[in-house]
């Protein structure tokens, strides 16, 4: 997300787009220790607390099963 926003090139943009938000929320889908890490590492050069939700892949798989001829 750094780089679409333009963050690399103009990191004085940080402070305006994110003035507001406390907190970065990473919903994961897999377990993925990278990931998460990655995560971290971007809410720390945010300066936001960071938080972790592990929410799968919820119905997705069974409804995928379902299509199944």
Do not use: C, W
Request: hydrophobic residues 40%; charged residues 30%.
């Amino acid at each position: 997300m750094v780089k679409p926003l333009g963050l690399d090139r103009h990191p004085d943009l940080k402070e305006m787009y994110f003035a507001n938000y406390t907190a970065a929320l990473y919903l994961a889908q897999t377990e993925d220790p990278e990931l998460e890490r990655r995560a971290r590492e971007i809410a720390a050069y945010l300066g936001l607390e960071y938080k972790y939700r592990y929410t799968g892949y919820g119905d997705l798989a069974p409804a995928l099963a379902s299509l199944k001829p």
